[in-house]
């Protein structure tokens, strides 16, 4: 009985995407748009940025995007979102947490041959799972049940202690 309450729950979250988001809080950012915001239940949890080499910009472009154009005080990003995604058909880099000009990407690649093989940097040539080097992120990462486990295994609320060392309410 109360695992056919538990799935019911399950089942009643909601993740979507919405492409071309408007984000600003502050008049400075006002037009500003992200490439793709994905929620759960209604709360932005990640963003990215997608880059298209064909166009002259690639996963470089995306990253001093996000440096250069995105105030890590906004809102989204400095209370919502737990990972922003840099993103072109060959390579993924991710990042926790922006910080202007000092914000770290790391690569969030499977490796030249592949998950669970030996190679070099970056990610094998298209596969099974699409025509982009890169399309594990949608098919495996970002599929709802393995996103939903993501979430669950490696996002915490952090609690600040009040000065009386009662942990504030978030």
């Known amino acids: 009985m ?5 799935l019911t729950d399950y089942r009643e979250i909601r993740l979507t995407v919405v492409r071309e988001l408007a984000y600003a809080t502050k008049q400075a950012d006002r037009g500003n748009r992200l490439d793709l915001t ?10 990215a940025e997608l880059k298209n080499p064909l166009t002259g910009s690639g996963v470089e472009h995306a ?4 440096r250069a154009e995105r105030d890590p005080s906004e809102l989204v990003f400095s209370r919502r979102v737990i990972a922003n995604f840099a993103v072109d058909p060959d390579l993924v880099f991710a990042t926790t947490q922006l910080r202007g000009a000092k914000t770290r990407f790391l690569p969030f690649n499977t ?3 592949g998950p669970g093989r ?7 040539p298209a596969t099974a799972y699409g025509t982009y ?4 992120l ?3 990462i970002w599929q709802p049940d393995n996103w939903l486990g ?21």
């Open 133 to 136: 080097a890169i399309s594990y």
């Open 63 to 66: 990253k001093e995007q996000y």
């Open 118 to 124: 030996s190679g070099g940097k970056g990610n094998p």
């Open 2 to 6: 109360e695992s056919d309450a538990i």
């Open 111 to 113: 490796g030249s041959a």
């Open 38 to 47: 994905l929620f759960l239940n209604g709360i932005p949890v990640a963003t």
């Open 138 to 140: 949608w098919a495996e």
């Open 150 to 170: 993501l979430l669950e295994r490696f996002v915490r609320l952090h609690q600040e202690r009040a000065r009386t060392g009662v942990p504030e309410r978030p």
